[in-house]
C-alpha cells in the first residue's frame, strides 16, 4: 500500500483537514500519478458538505487530476513512466454495457465509480478518494494523455469544466454558421464560451451582470445579452440553434426556450439543489424545440477534447492557490468570486 497525503472533510460541518490515508499498489493495468494541480469544482463542494445527500466520511474530493506518471504496471501499453497525464470524473466502469460498449462510460448501466466518494472495488469496503493528495492510481483505460504544450496550471479544469461543456457541443454538433447561446460566466459557462468560439459558431453569452461584458467578448463571446433587460431578450426570439445552460440555481427556463429557433436543443449541464420551475409545454410544442441533459463525457471523447484544445491553445482562465486556502476557496466560489477556476498547487502538501 502506498501512504498518501490529502485533504478531507471529516463530515458535512466541518471545514477540509489534512488526512494521511492508504492508496493500492499499483496493478498490471494500473498507472500511478503523482499529482502536481487538481481543479476545484463546484461538484467538489455541494459532496464535501452532503447536498446531494450520498457523502461517505471522510471524503477526499477533486476530480481535474493533472500529475506525471511516476510508475505503471506490466501491461501498461498506453502510458510510460513521466507521461504527463490526467483524471477526470471517472476512473472505472462495468465495460459491458450498451454505454460502456459505445465509449460512454458516464452513462454506464451497472457501476460508474467515480474519483472520489464511490465504492472502491479494488479496497472492499473503502471509498474513492480524490484529487486533494498527492498521489492516486488509476486503471491505464481511465487515464487521459497531457500535452506538454498547455499551461499545465490551466489544464485541470478541462477534465470536468472542458469536458461537460465540450461534450453536449460536440454531440449536437456545433459548429461555423451556427448561433450558440452559453448561460452563465462561471467555471462552466466561461468553457462554454472558448469552445463554442473554437468550433466557428457565433456565440452569445447570457448573463444577469453588465460587469461581465467585457470578459466575455474576450474569452469569445461574440454578443452578450443581459438576461434581465426583456428588450435584449426579445431582440433573440427564435433565433438559436443550440443553447447551453450552464446554471446549477433553479430558474424559468422558459425565458431561453422562446429564444430557440424551430427544432432547436437547449442543454443543461448544471445540477440544481432543487428543480427548475416546469416549463411551458407550448413552448415546446409549437417549435418542436428540445430540453436534454448532459453529463461529462466519456473517456474517449475526453481524450478528443484535450487533443482539440492541445491544437488551439484552450485552457481555462484560473486563480492557483495552496491546498491550505481550500476553504476559503470553497466560500468564494459560493460568491462567485473567481474568474473562473481555483486550481491547487500539490506542491503545497509538502508543506
Not at 498507472?31 to 487538481?38: D, K, N, R, T
Not at 440553434?241 to 448544471?270: C, E, Q, W
Not at 440544481?272 to 420551475?277: A, F, G, L, T
Request: net charge neutral; glycine share 10%; proline share 5%.
Amino acid at each position: 500500500m502506498i501512504k498518501t497525503l490529502g485533504y478531507a472533510a471529516p463530515s458535512a460541518t466541518n471545514p477540509l483537514a489534512p488526512f494521511s490515508f492508504e492508496r493500492r499498489d499499483p496493478g498490471p493495468k494500473d498507472v500511478q500519478i503523482e499529482i502536481l494541480y487538481c481543479g476545484v469544482c463546484h461538484s467538489d463542494i455541494h459532496t464535501a458538505r452532503n447536498e446531494w445527500k450520498s457523502t461517505v466520511y471522510p471524503v477526499v474530493p477533486g476530480h481535474e487530476i493533472v500529475g506525471r506518471a511516476t510508475k505503471v504496471g506490466s501491461e501498461v501499453k498506453k502510458f510510460k513512466e513521466g507521461d504527463l497525464v490526467g483524471v477526470g470524473c471517472l476512473v472505472d466502469s462495468c465495460r459491458k454495457c450498451p454505454s460502456c460498449q459505445a465509449s460512454e462510460e458516464q452513462y454506464c448501466d451497472n457501476e460508474k465509480i467515480f474519483t472520489y466518494n464511490s465504492p472502491d472495488k479494488h479496497l472492499p469496503g473503502k471509498q474513492t478518494y480524490g484529487g486533494y493528495s498527492n498521489h492516486i492510481v488509476v486503471d491505464q483505460d481511465f487515464v487521459l494523455k497531457v500535452s506538454e504544450k498547455l499551461d499545465l496550471k490551466g489544464v485541470g479544469p478541462l477534465l470536468c469544466a472542458g469536458i461537460t461543456t465540450f461534450s453536449p457541443l460536440h454531440h449536437w454538433k456545433v459548429g461555423k454558421g451556427q448561433k450558440v447561446g452559453i448561460v452563465g460566466l462561471g467555471g462552466l459557462g466561461h468553457m462554454g464560451v472558448k469552445l463554442a468560439h473554437a468550433m466557428g459558431a457565433h456565440v452569445v453569452l447570457f448573463t444577469t451582470s453588465p460587469s461581465k461584458v467585457a470578459d466575455a467578448k474576450r474569452l469569445g463571446a461574440d454578443e452578450v445579452v443581459i438576461s434581465k433587460n426583456e428588450g435584449e431578450m426579445k431582440a433573440h426570439l427564435n433565433s438559436f440553434n443550440f443553447i447551453l445552460n450552464t446554471l446549477s440555481v433553479p430558474h424559468n427556463l422558459d425565458a431561453y426556450i422562446s429564444l430557440l429557433k424551430r427544432d432547436g436543443t437547449m442543454v443543461l449541464v448544471g445540477v440544481p439543489e432543487h428543480p427548475h420551475p416546469s416549463p411551458n409545454i407550448g413552448n415546446l410544442i409549437f417549435g418542436r424545440r428540445s430540453i436534454a441533459g448532459s453529463l461529462i463525457g466519456g473517456i474517449k471523447e475526453t481524450q478528443e477534447m484535450l487533443d482539440f484544445c492541445a491544437e488551439r491553445n484552450i485552457v481555462s482562465d484560473v486563480e492557483v492557490i495552496p491546498i491550505q486556502k481550500i476553504n476559503e476557496a470553497y466560500e468564494r466560489i459560493l460568491k462567485s468570486d473567481v474568474k473562473y477556476r481555483f486550481v491547487i498547487d500539490m506542491a503545497s502538501l509538502k508543506a
